[in-house]
């Protein structure tokens, strides 16, 4: 049997076949028939003539220029797949779309930590690893550069680098961020973003969601502090919230007006760096789960909501720091809730969550029974960041189904997974993902704290779980096409090998956009990023040939 499924196909402007979908059993003969009761499909399925059938729709849906392309590239891939260095060198070049996992504050490495230590003249408590402006039991930062032994020190607690028999990954990854804060503090935030965004820009990323500041810290403190609600009057809490919104706003714009120029400037760019090439990026507004006060909790949500509606440069609500913590767990479902109340009052904005971040030797199994269907049910997630107790979850295979018919993305961080939950390999739930057919995009968490890069990411990957060419172009294209780009998809259906018809031969050498293609990619900012990416593949294919 043969099975067509979404099947177009354009000559210039004119189109000819549109989403045909059919099956072709042994022996039957099909014929589509065009208004002129022409036949511009026919065909006999039989050992004689199946060869001939699947060349001509091979022919009749994919440029033979572009098939060559893909295969001398697959070619090189299968050559390269099993030596790391030689992989490393290909998937560098490759086009890997977008990161849609990045926390900027832990995308910073060390090495760089200590040299706005030793600028900004502060000093490191070595018995702990920490900066800080203290001078009792200290030495000044610049003695690490001379001294390799604390130098050492310094990058095993600042880091997840090498083994650590003593602690923990967990407590190691979680505890960084306390020893480095201070000087993370001294180094302008456009600094720290233009390192994230050229370290991507190098490895062929098109495309950032950032998890970061949108808006100056005393704008937000003023914006969210103070906000009491007595038991669950909601209501009054947003209308009490909305009087704060304004000064709010016009701080945010202003600090993200700078910033963006600043970045663009740094990373060498035309600016702003959110409307940039040949990299972009857009915010994810992120606030912590693990405070005491649910009340604090409604205002900074509400403030991040806010913010989305007066800026199209932040795209998504995210809650961050450990799942496993007490409050984190202790008050998720009045989370989950406020989440739900707002999102319904404040215009049902996009919602990426951590959830599954948690094993066993971190959570009771009880938690992993529902962390995940309630943070897409109640907390409308769209996209799951990590998702690695997906296993525990009660009726699994109905989530999944959900998963994958709603088009609900899982955020894969694979060293991230390894280094503080321990998970990886055959642990990871990568193939489960991969067998119901869930969505998923490879990204890089916390880079700086864990020693890596979306290149890596790519290569673990491939390493692990064998995965095709073909298979990896997917994953790219999905990091595209669940990000929270505004616009109509350049695929049909979420199906890859289904291009909307103004675009059917854009996999092509010598593709160029007709004037209807233009004017579609005008009104869609995500069909315009998803062409930049086919056509980046047919340019690195290229190479190949």
């Given amino acids: 049997m043969i099975r067509i499924k979404h099947l ?9 076949l549109k989403d045909v979908s059919t099956e072709i059993q042994q022996g039957e003969v099909v014929s589509i028939i065009g208004p002129s009761g022409t036949s511009i499909m026919k065909a006999l399925w039989s050992s004689k003539r199946s060869i001939a059938l699947a060349m001509f729709l091979l022919v009749l849906v994919v440029p033979l220029g572009a098939l060559a392309n893909e295969a001398t590239a697959l070619k090189e891939f ?30 910073i490495f060390a090495e760089y930590m200590l040299d706005a230590a030793v600028a900004s003249n502060l000093n490191a408590d070595m018995t702990t690893g920490a900066f800080t402006t203290s001078t009792v039991n200290t030495i000044p930062a610049s003695r690490l550069k001379t001294d390799t032994t604390l130098m050492r020190k310094f990058l095993d607690v600042a880091s997840m680098r090498g083994d650590y ?30 390192e994230v965004v050229k370290r991507a820009k190098g490895q062929n990323v098109q495309y950032m ?4 500041a949108v808006a100056p810290r005393e704008a937000m403190n003023a914006a969210q502090s103070g906000l009491v609600i007595g038991g669950e009057d909601w209501e009054k809490a947003l209308k009490t919230m909305q009087q704060r919104f304004p000064a709010l706003m016009d701080a945010s714009k202003t600090y993200l007006d700078k910033l963006d120029m600043d970045v663009a400037e740094q990373v060498g760019v035309p600016g702003p760096i959110t409307d940039s090439s040949p990299i972009k990026i857009r915010y994810i507004y992120s606030t912590s789960r693990t405070g005491k006060s649910t009340d604090d909790f409604f205002a900074a949500i509400a403030c991040g909501m806010a913010i989305m509606q007066n800026d199209h ?5 995210n809650i961050v720091s450990p799942e496993d913590d007490y409050y984190a767990r202790q008050n998720f479902d009045t989370q989950m809730r406020m989440i739900d109340f707002l999102w319904q009052r404040m215009g049902k904005p996009n919602i990426t969550l951590h959830a599954g971040e948690l094993t066993l030797e971190y959570s009771p199994v009880e938690v992993m029974n529902s962390r995940i269907r309630e943070s897409i049910e109640m907390g409308h997630a769209k996209r799951i960041g990590h998702g690695v107790s997906i296993a525990w979850e009660d009726n699994l295979a109905e989530l999944l189904g959900k998963m994958h018919k709603e088009g609900i993305a899982v955020e894969i961080c694979l060293t991230s997974n390894a280094g503080i939950l321990k998970v ?70 979420g199906n890859y090998t289904a291009l909307r018809p103004e675009f059917a031969h854009i996999r092509g050498r010598d593709w160029q956009p007709s004037n209807m293609a233009q004017a579609l990619m005008a009104k869609s900012e995500k069909l315009r990023e998803e062409v930049t990416l ?12």
């Fill in 8 to 16: 177009c196909k354009s000559f210039g402007e004119l189109m000819v």
């Fill in 78 to 107: 299968e050559s390269v797949k099993y030596n790391e260095p030689l992989l490393i060198g290909f998937l560098r070049g490759m086009p890997k779309g977008a990161d849609l996992h990045n926390h900027v504050s832990g995308a």
């Fill in 165 to 194: 028999p003593d602690v923990n990954g967990h407590d190691l990854f979680f505890d960084a961020f306390k020893k480095f804060g201070p000087a993370l503090g001294q180094m302008e935030y456009s600094r720290i973003m233009a």
């Fill in 209 to 212: 969601e950032l998890m970061g």
């Fill in 313 to 317: 440069r932040v795209v998504g609500i």
């Fill in 424 to 493: 990886s390999g055959d642990q990871h739930p990568l193939p489960l993902y991969r067998k119901a057919r869930v969505p998923f995009t490879l990204n890089t968490d916390d880079e700086g704290i864990n020693r890596s890069n979306l290149t890596m990411e790519f290569v673990k990957t491939v390493r692990t779980y064998q995965l095709s060419y073909v298979e990896l172009k997917d994953i790219v294209r999905n990091s595209i096409e669940y990000a929270f780009l505004p616009g109509d998809s350049l695929y049909i259906g």
């Fill in 534 to 545: 086919e056509r980046a593949f047919v340019e690195f294919e290229k190479k190949f040939d």
